[in-house]
């Protein structure tokens, strides 16, 4: 069974730092692109960044570039999300996602992503 686990959120002054990270586990997901995205209370699911396969590209939500920095280690498995300079608009729910076909171009459109994880908080108090 194909799982994404994303440990990592958790409470943040602004300003801070947090890593998310995102272990898949039941297949590989080393060919496939992967993403994150967010959803804030009361507003919809928003792209946030997303890395190819092979890790050379990677794209950002204007909203977070410069502060974010996404990565992933196919050795592992997993995908990170550096965030730094963190805001209180950054609070949302995040959650990974896995691109539905290997070696498919970048997209910063969740129906381009197939698998789930179940999200983790990340709150940013001011």
């Known amino acids: 069974q194909e799982q994404l686990v994303e440990p990592g959120g958790g409470l943040v002054q602004a300003g801070g730092s947090l890593r998310l990270s995102c272990a898949a586990s039941?297949?590989?997901?080393?060919?496939?692109?992967m993403g994150w995205f967010r959803r804030a209370p009361g507003k919809e699911r928003e792209f946030v960044s997303t890395i190819s396969w092979s890790g050379s590209s990677t794209y950002y939500a204007d909203s977070v570039k410069g502060r974010f920095t996404i990565s992933r280690d196919n050795a592992k498995n997993t995908v990170y999300l550096q965030m730094n300079s963190l805001k209180p608009e950054d609070t949302a729910i995040y959650y990974c996602?896995?691109?539905?076909?290997?070696?498919?171009?970048?997209?910063?459109?969740?129906?381009?992503?197939?698998?789930w994880g179940q999200g983790t908080q990340v709150t940013v108090s001011s």
């Open positions: 039941g297949r590989t997901f080393s060919n496939y692109p």
């Open positions: 996602g896995a691109g539905r076909r290997p070696y498919s171009i970048v997209s910063n459109t969740a129906s381009s992503f197939g698998s």
